[in-house]
């Protein structure tokens, strides 16, 4: 496959001349994805020639064999700041002392002597001899993603990390680089590996693209790639058997991928994993079976087997327990076998054909399977990763271990077999802390593995580790002044525990016999104290080393006087978890400690002196002096102010540009206007930003007393802040503060990538500063104050993993020639300060030598409680202890204070008393107050209530118990066992202990009859609705509308009983309706006959018909008859309605279940009858008792009969009673338990003295003792009444007396006689009915037990129906999928016929029309026509088309059906003998003398001639195709057919091999020696093996059958005999019936041509005998008519009515105007006579008089009235005169505004009368 050569060649450094002349040429072969979900993901690989067409003669070079890169040019190299004068080799890498144990596969075997791993930026090989390593350092500088090496070992390749990072193949050993692969993903490799040939090479990237690529890695050049998911990508591998094939794993998928080659060239295509039913699991380790099979591990620990891209079975070993206790993370096909790796440290060997072979047996999908050999490498291992070296011809396996290990192991399993060998061991994850010796060349480190190694790391060994039960924290190694010798270190946990360790060389010890030291260091435990409840975060030491500070994250710094034992001193409270501390250094007057807390505080403290600081009760110090700083944020301010200056720069840059140009064009001598410029808007500057949380401090370090640097990250990072405590703020809230640094520093790059550690050389020459992506810068100072400019020239180099590795600790050696860094990603890097190498070879390291009595000291103490109390919370305790015990040594003094005042009373109380009566003291004048005893008995009752509360709960508890126990015990009980005794024997019957009976044995019983329950007041409720109804009904009656309704009613009979026209249309309407309903009945009777023929026609049997049940009842005769097969037999055959289910025998499980509790319920309802019985018999003869204690009363004693005892009831007669209980019962059980454990308690002190026990209680006598508890009373009694009768007695009687005394004696003795004959009678019946129901009850228990064995028979066939369950309905679901199947093949076959028949018809139809037209045609040519030839060719002629010939090559290929040949006409032969003269003859133009309209009428003919053939040979095709198809599904039916008799016999044979192993159970028949018939030469046989048992019933029913089938032999020969006859006279009478229907039918056709002439169909004429239609449109015009004559009727009396309204109001207006007139003479009239009186005014005035004065005013009011009325008048006559319709209601507001109503208004002819006079 060809590809042209990429536009953008390698830039990269070049070996040689010779090796520019390379072309080094990559191909890129994208295949997209598109479905990130993973389904079939595939597109065509794009390949287009860039520059084909350019430069054709081009011809692709290929890369040399032996081309090599220079790695001098390749590796990445330190960054330096350009002109700062850094030397480049400033640090040097000396050892690599970590692993990243935790990275995935990151363990290589290259040979017997090398291993490969990555730590960081680096590729470290480790030589196994020496301990030397080699390394290969990254190309990009941004990490290390995989290693994988080739098949021959001879290269290696290298997946960077970065942006477009590299893929590099190495030579081995060389390390040369041999090929550069680039362009495979955006931002990381994840994992890569090598074909089996290694020709290829497979890479997957990390986010976000997850870029699957497959190289050609020889020539750089990229074959194929594709996005492998959309998550979390794990590993990639090639199959070792079929390199086209690939599998990628990784986040909750797994994919598999083959290479395809296509039309368009080679592809990529991926099929997803399907994880079904079960759930999805993360796979990190797999294998491909060479069969393409893959095995792959769970999260859980199983092995699953794929197939086809599905889950084929899971894999578990025996009792469904897991492969491996967690996941598998590595899985090895070798030499046959399987070799699975877990994480819990086990290394398992399968045999690889047993778990390609394996498949499910069950629904649950798993196979049980059993490893072949195992081996658990060691405790607390988690095994990662294996790799393989061949040390002669012998394998041996390298493990990386998880937990910090590297193991060399030996698999082969035989007798020779070596223990796994620990080659390493490192810390598992990230390193916490780190610090190095103050007198030599060692190191400390802890992390979070619980351990502490101990470095040498000038000759690059670790001398000792210790493990502890928790992880460390902190680290700190104690100074010189604290320990000279340099061994004493303290560690910091997680617990808060903080452990002080030396390190000391054993070989000082004094030498022991037998005692050998393989160590060259050992690590012991000087002393272990808890300051702290969580982490320690932070250990600093004084620099005069007197103290010991720790910090934790409970935000408190705890210190400690050092000394050969550290003594706590305080502790105080800082407001957040401790990130650092650090003390001020010797420069300073003052010791201060500097806190730095991760929430933004810093705190400044001193030292505290411990002489000064009270511990007596607790440890916190609450005087120290502390200064505060709480960082605020100004990070937003200095972005704001930067973003102002540049826009004022961009501003005056502007500005001085423009100046420039003027002046420019002023020299030039042009003018220029200056125009003002708009300014353009400028963006609002961005809003100052303070974070909600405060960003966390990560390191930081004093500068000067009361001033620091700090280092933040988050939001804040990217500078260096310096800052101050402020002198004159101690009594400010630490919280309310907001403290800014005086001076800020950016850093270069560190926005994103924080400073996290700094660390100063001793000299304080150099800065360090770890970084957080791993990386390491160095500043050198030029003097002790840091400031921009210093910070400005740095040395950068990464060293740790980007991504992971943040620098977690960096140390200077105490001579600054070495530098030390650890970091997240588990490693720990040393390097050369400015000095090579070769200058340290000679130096060693001092291990400190054991201090003096070392040997002999008892082992420290070890705090191992992770939860023990720390310092504080054991001192809190003691000082509440001391505080109890002062408080309980108080109480006891009171105690005996309170007890001598209390003797002392009752001694005064004891005088008091032998004090005479009138000398002695009341008892409540001993009372000094009564308010004191009211005061006790309130606090008593308060005690009492509060007691009562606080046993609340104790009592709802206990309440709650004895509810449940009553639930789980007594409330599932529906009969408990209740005993009945008999009075006077001994006999007793006992009820059945019945559990009440669950609603599911009910869920499928049918109520036993067809009457419903209705719930209470379903009565009422059906009742209530009548009501309602019957109400509305009688308010609709009798309610005003109700009247309203019927007085319309009774109108509208009046109306219609006085119009004859409505009476005549309802005559018509009832007319229409009787000629509907005869039509109707008419047109019923017509389709009910012929209904009734087609029903009797259908019903009419063919002459081959038999009667299905007949025939059934023939087949079960032949299959039964004669013949009893017994159930074991071989040819039983198990019918359909006999088939057992679990269903049906869960229903007959239920229905004995429920027959025998409902047996038992009655047998027990019996028992408690009896018992109600004895009851009411005991209570009878109390009675008679009583009656005879009355009657002996007055018998003499000689004469008196012994009374009958009184029956008494058992406990166990009454069990119910047990539970019944009140308060003084329980006070008594209470005084009675007291009353033991005291006994039991005196017993116990003094065994040899012994009291005299208690009597028993009267509830614990015998409850038959009570006639004589009664005795004593009767006897007393008795006493006193015979003492009455003797003094009666002494009065002598009269013999009137003594005949009445002696009646009364006889009278007396009969009836004692009589009652105690009663007593006995009850008893005796009582007894008697006990011992029927006794016997009764036995009978039951036999029945019972029968019962429950044929329970236990049933039970057992369940069980083995449920084993078989799933095998039946497997071929239950087949079989009815089967016949399912069947039934769609029939449908299809049954419309395919259908079709078929269409299309027979259609094409006959058109072979007609074909006929019809020929015959048309040869009519039109008519007889002798001399063109007839001409014109028939014309006719016949095939006109040629696209169309044609392709419908002619379909129908070519049908033409092979046998059944189309058959049914061409004789017309298309002549068709196609007459389409070979087409050539000779010319039909486009109409022959001379032919008729032109005979031509073309032709023409016509002879295309609707191919229009008929062109369907009818459509119509043929789809009859082919329908043929086929019909034959296809006939095929497919036969075998349909053929395999539901195959699984109906499979499923009869599986119901005869269930019946055969229901008949394998053994069945208890208990059977009565009579009862046995199977008799052996006269004697019953002691082998019943061959014996059947049979009901009496089956037997008699089988001998009765054999005597019922010969007597139905006979009947059913007779009646065979009489429908012989029968039938023929059926025949004999249908001939003589089809003759009278044949004459009958002539003569009815003679009459009809007699009558009309010709037949005439009788049924028509009937359904159409009346036009209905015509006469409902004739009433519906009657009725219109009417109703219009209505309206135009109302219309009429409304116009009369208005007229007479009209007449009416001309009459009032006519009134009005008369009196109008009036007024106006009148007025007229007053108006003379004032003018009269004016005249007269002088004279008048001479003689006034007030009788004159009163008529002016008089008639003044009345001209006033006057004018008014006539205006009112004019108003009125206006408003009369206009005609619109608002006259009426105008009329009436003038009528309410005058004071007077108008009648009527005049007519207009009127007003104009009115008016007329004053218009002349």
Not at 652 to 677: D, F, T, V
Not at 1228 to 1233: A, I, V, W
Request: hydrophobic content about 35%.
């Amino acid at each position: 496959m060809e590809a042209s050569p990429e536009e953008s060649k390698t830039g990269l450094p070049e070996e040689s001349p010779a090796a520019e002349e390379q072309e080094v040429d990559q191909v890129e072969a994208d295949t997209e994805s598109a479905d990130a979900e993973g389904d079939l993901e595939e597109h065509d690989n794009t390949e287009e020639p860039l520059e084909e067409e350019k430069k054709p003669e081009k011809v692709e070079k290929k890369i040399s064999e032996t081309f090599f890169y220079n790695y001098e040019d390749l590796y990445s190299r330190p960054f330096v700041t350009e002109d700062s004068g850094i030397p480049i080799n400033l640090l040097t890498l000396q050892y690599s002392f970590g692993y990243d144990c935790t990275r995935n596969a990151n363990l290589l075997v290259m040979d017997n002597e090398t291993l490969m791993y990555i730590a960081g930026n680096q590729v470290v090989l480790l030589d196994l001899k020496t301990k030397s390593q080699s390394y290969v350092r990254s190309s990009g500088g941004g990490g290390i993603g995989f290693i994988t090496a080739h098949p021959t070992k001879q290269y290696f390749a290298v997946g960077e990390k970065g942006e477009k990072p590299n893929l590099i193949v190495y030579e081995y050993p060389s390390l040369r680089p041999y090929r550069i692969l680039q362009g495979g993903t955006e931002k990381a490799y994840v994992f890569g590996d090598f074909n089996n040939a290694g020709t290829l090479l497979a890479s997957v990237g990390s986010s976000p693209d997850y870029m699957l690529t497959i190289w050609d890695w020889k020539q750089e050049k990229i074959m194929l790639r594709s996005k492998a998911f959309s998550q979390d990508v794990y590993k990639v591998t090639f199959s070792a058997d079929n390199e086209e094939q690939l599998t990628t794993c990784g986040s909750g998928h797994i994919r598999f991928w083959k290479m395809a080659l296509t039309f368009t060239g080679l592809k990529l295509q991926g099929a997803l994993g399907r994880f079904g039913k079960r759930a999805v699991s993360d796979i990190i380790g797999y294998v491909e079976l060479p069969d393409g099979k893959v095995v792959s591990g769970t999260e859980w620990g199983n092995l699953l087997l794929w197939e086809g891209g599905l889950i084929k079975v899971e894999i578990c070993r025996a009792g469904h327990n897991p492969c491996h206790n967690g996941p598998i993370s590595h899985l090895v096909l070798e030499e046959g076998e399987l070799i699975t790796v877990g994480q819990d440290g086990f290394i398992r060997v399968w045999n690889s054909d047993t778990v390609d072979a394996a498949d499910s047996v069950d629904d649950t999908g798993l196979l049980e399977l059993e490893p072949m050999n195992e081996l658990q490498v060691g405790k607390n291992v988690s095994l990662n990763y294996m790799s393989k070296v061949n040390d002669c011809e012998q394998p041996v396996w390298y493990a990386q271990d998880s937990n910090g290990a590297i193991w060399k192991l030996d698999l082969t399993f035989s007798n020779m077999t070596q223990d796994p060998e620990k080659l390493y061991t490192f810390h598992s994850g990230r390193i916490e802390a780190m610090s190095v010796s103050p007198t030599t060349y060692l190191l400390a480190t802890t992390a979070l593995d619980r351990s502490v190694h101990i470095y040498d790391f000038i000759s690059n060994n670790q001398l000792s580790k210790i493990k502890f039960k928790q992880g460390g924290t902190a680290l700190t190694w104690a100074p010189s002044v604290v320990n000279p010798k340099g061994g004493l270190i303290a560690v910091g946990f997680e617990d808060g525990v903080v452990r002080i360790i030396e390190v000391y060389d054993p070989k000082g010890l004094p030498v022991v016999a037998g005692r050998t030291d393989a160590e060259s260091a050992r690590i012991n435990l000087k002393q272990a104290f808890k300051p702290h409840a969580t982490a320690v975060t932070a250990l600093a030491y004084e620099q005069n080393g007197d103290v010991l500070a720790t910090g934790s994250k409970d935000k408190t710094v705890f210190f400690f006087a050092v000394g050969d034992k550290y003594e706590p001193i305080g502790f105080i409270c800082v407001p957040g978890p401790v990130q650092a501390l650090q003390w001020s250094p010797p420069t300073h007057v003052k010791s201060m400690l500097l806190i730095l807390c991760e929430n933004g505080f810093v705190l400044q403290v001193p030292a505290p002196v411990p002489e000064e600081q009270d511990t007596a009760s607790t440890y916190q110090i609450k005087n120290l002096p502390t200064q505060y700083f709480h960082f605020y944020s100004i990070k937003s301010r200095i972005k704001l102010e930067e973003e102002i200056a540049r826009r004022e720069k961009k501003k005056q840059e502007k500005e001085k540009a423009k100046l420039e140009w003027i002046k420019q064009q002023k020299e030039m001598g042009k003018e220029i206007e200056e125009e003002p410029e708009e300014e353009p808007e400028e963006e609002p500057l961005p809003p100052l930003y303070i974070p909600e949380e405060p960003s966390p401090i990560l390191c930081g370090f004093y500068s000067a007393p009361g001033k620091f640097w700090l280092s933040l990250g988050g939001y804040d990072s990217g500078f260096l802040y310096h800052c101050e405590f402020s002198s004159n703020d101690h009594q400010e809230d630490p919280e309310k503060r907001q403290d800014e640094p005086f001076e800020v520093i950016p850093i270069e790059d560190t926005d994103n990538n924080p400073i996290h550690c700094i660390c100063f050389c001793t000299s304080r020459q150099l800065m360090v500063c770890g970084m957080q992506n791993g990386a390491l810068r160095v500043y050198p100072l030029q003097d002790e104050d840091l400031s921009a400019d210093t910070l400005k020239e740095y040395w950068s180099l990464n060293v740790h993993d980007n991504d992971c590795g943040q620098i977690q600790g960096i140390c200077s050696s105490y001579d600054d020639r070495f530098l030390i860094t650890c970091g997240g990603d588990g490693n720990i890097f040393s390097f050369n300060i400015l000095s090579p190498e070769d200058i340290h070879r000679e130096q060693k390291a001092k291990i400190p030598s054991p201090r003096s009595g070392l040997e002999k000291e008892k082992a420290a103490e070890d705090i191992e409680d992770p939860d023990a109390f720390n310092i504080e919370e054991v001192k809190q305790k003691k000082e509440y202890e001391r505080i109890m015990k002062e408080a309980e040594e108080k109480k006891r003094k009171k105690r005996e204070e309170l007890i001598a005042l209390r003797q002392e009373f009752l001694v005064l109380l004891q005088k008091n008393q032998e004090l005479p009566k009138h000398m002695q003291l009341d008892r409540t004048e001993f009372e000094m107050d009564h308010r004191i005893f009211e005061e006790l008995n309130r606090q008593t009752a308060q005690r009492i209530q509060l007691v009562q509360k606080e046993l609340a709960w104790e009592e709802e508890k206990h309440l709650i118990g004895l509810q449940k126990l009553k639930n789980q015990f007594r409330d599932s009980l529906e009969f408990d066992t209740v005993v009945v005794r008999a009075i006077q024997s001994n006999h007793q019957i006992s009820t059945y202990r019945l559990l009440a009976m669950s609603e599911k044995f009910y869920q499928h019983k049918e109520c036993p009859s067809g009457k419903k329950s209705f719930p209470k007041g379903s009565c009422k409720q059906a009742s209530e609705p009548e009501t309602v109804r019957e109400t509305s009904y009688n308010w609709r009656t009798n309610g005003p509308d109700a009247r309203i309704l019927e007085g319309e009613a009774e109108k509208l009979k009046t109306l219609e009983a006085q119009k004859p026209t409505a009476r005549y249309i309802k005559s018509k309407h009832e007319q229409i309706r009787r000629m509907v309903e005869k039509s109707d009945e008419m047109k019923a009777k017509i389709i009910k006959r012929k209904a009734e023929w087609d029903e009797l026609y259908r019903s009419k049997p063919s002459v081959d018909y038999e009667d299905p049940k007949v025939v059934e009842d023939i087949r079960e005769a032949r299959e039964n008859m004669g013949c009893y097969k017994l159930k074991t037999a071989t040819n039983y055959r198990v019918s359909e309605h006999e088939h057992l289910n679990i269903e049906k025998k869960v229903m007959q499980l239920t229905s004995l279940e429920v027959l025998i509790h409902k047996r038992k319920t009655n047998m027990n309802k019996e028992i408690m009858s009896l018992r109600e019985l004895k009851i009411s018999v005991i209570d009878e003869i109390k009675c008679l008792v009583q009656e005879l204690k009355s009657i002996q009363e007055a018998l003499d004693l000689s004469e008196r009969l012994p009374l009958p005892l009184i029956p008494q009831l058992h406990p166990d007669e009454v069990p119910e009673k047990k539970f019944e209980y009140d308060r003084d019962i329980l006070l008594n059980f209470k005084e009675e338990q007291e009353a033991k454990a005291k006994l039991q308690e005196e017993l116990e002190g003094s065994p040899s003295s012994t009291e005299p026990l208690q009597a028993p209680s009267i509830n614990e006598t015998d409850p038959t003792a009570e006639p004589a508890d009664v005795c004593p009373m009767e006897v007393a009694s008795s006493v006193t009444k015979q003492q009455k009768v003797f003094e009666i007695e002494k009065a002598e009687p009269t013999e009137m007396e003594l005949e009445i005394l002696k009646k009364e004696k006889i009278k007396n003795l009969y009836l004692q006689e009589t009652l105690i004959k009663k007593i006995n009678a009850l008893v005796i019946n009582f007894d008697a009915e006990l011992r029927i129901l006794r016997h009764k009850k036995l009978k039951l228990d036999m029945q019972m037990k029968s019962a429950d064995l044929h329970y236990i028979t049933c039970y057992e066939e369940l069980l083995i129906l449920r084993k078989l369950e799933k095998h039946e309905n497997l071929l239950q679901d087949r079989v009815n999928t089967l016949i399912s199947e069947q039934e769609a093949v029939q449908s299809e076959l049954n419309s395919c016929l259908a079709q078929m028949e269409e299309r027979k018809c259609e094409i006959v139809r058109l072979q007609e029309c074909e006929k019809a037209l020929y015959a048309t045609f040869q009519a039109s040519l008519g007889e002798n026509n001399e063109f007839a030839h001409f014109l028939t060719k014309v006719l016949k002629k095939k006109i040629k088309c696209m169309e044609n010939q392709e419908d002619g090559r379909e129908a070519d290929e049908n033409d092979e059906n046998e059944e189309e040949n058959d049914e061409e006409s004789s017309s298309g032969t002549d068709e196609e003998n007459s389409g070979s003269e087409d050539e000779f003859f010319d039909d486009s133009v109409c022959p001379q003398n032919c008729s032109e309209a005979l031509y073309q009428n032709t023409i016509e003919l002879r295309h609707k001639r191919l229009d008929i053939k062109k369907a009818l040979t459509e119509e043929k095709k789809d009859a082919a195709k329908l043929r086929k198809t019909y034959n296809a599904l006939a095929e497919k039916a036969k075998a349909v057919e053929t395999s539901l008799g195959t699984a109906e016999r499979e499923l009869e044979t599986f119901q005869w091999e269930k019946q055969q192993r229901m008949n394998d159970l053994y069945v208890v028949v208990p059977l009565k020696l009579h009862q046995v018939e199977y008799l052996v030469n006269g004697e019953m046989p002691s082998d019943f093996s061959q014996a059947l048992v049979f009901t009496n019933h089956s037997l008699e029913y089988l001998q009765k059958r054999v005597v019922d089938l010969r007597n139905e032999k006979k009947m059913q020969r007779e009646i065979y005999r009489k429908a012989q006859e029968q039938h023929k006279q059926l025949i004999q009478d249908k001939k003589a019936m089809e003759i009278e229907i044949r004459r009958l039918e002539e003569k009815c056709n003679d009459l009809m041509m007699k009558k009309f002439g010709r037949l005439v169909d009788f049924e028509a004429v009937q359904a159409r005998s009346a036009n209905i239609r015509v006469a409902e449109l004739e009433v519906q015009m009657m009725e219109k008519e009417y109703v219009h004559s209505q309206e135009l009727k109302e219309w009429k009396e409304r116009i009369s009515g208005l007229q007479q309204q009209l007449m009416k109001l001309t009459k009032e207006n006519t009134s009005k105007l008369q009196q109008l007139n009036r007024f106006y003479l009148e007025k007229h009239q007053l108006e003379t006579k004032l003018d009269s009186l004016k005249n007269d005014l002088g004279l008048e005035l001479q003689g006034i008089h007030s009788t004159d004065i009163k008529e002016k005013a008089r008639l003044a009011s009345r001209l006033k009235d006057t004018a008014h009325g006539a205006a009112l008048l004019r108003e009125e006559i206006n408003l009369l005169s206009r005609k619109d319709g608002c006259l009426i209601d105008k009329l009436m507001h003038l009528s309410r505004k005058g004071g007077f109503v108008l009648i009527q208004p005049p007519s207009p002819e009127d007003l104009d009368t009115w008016f007329s006079p004053k218009k002349q």
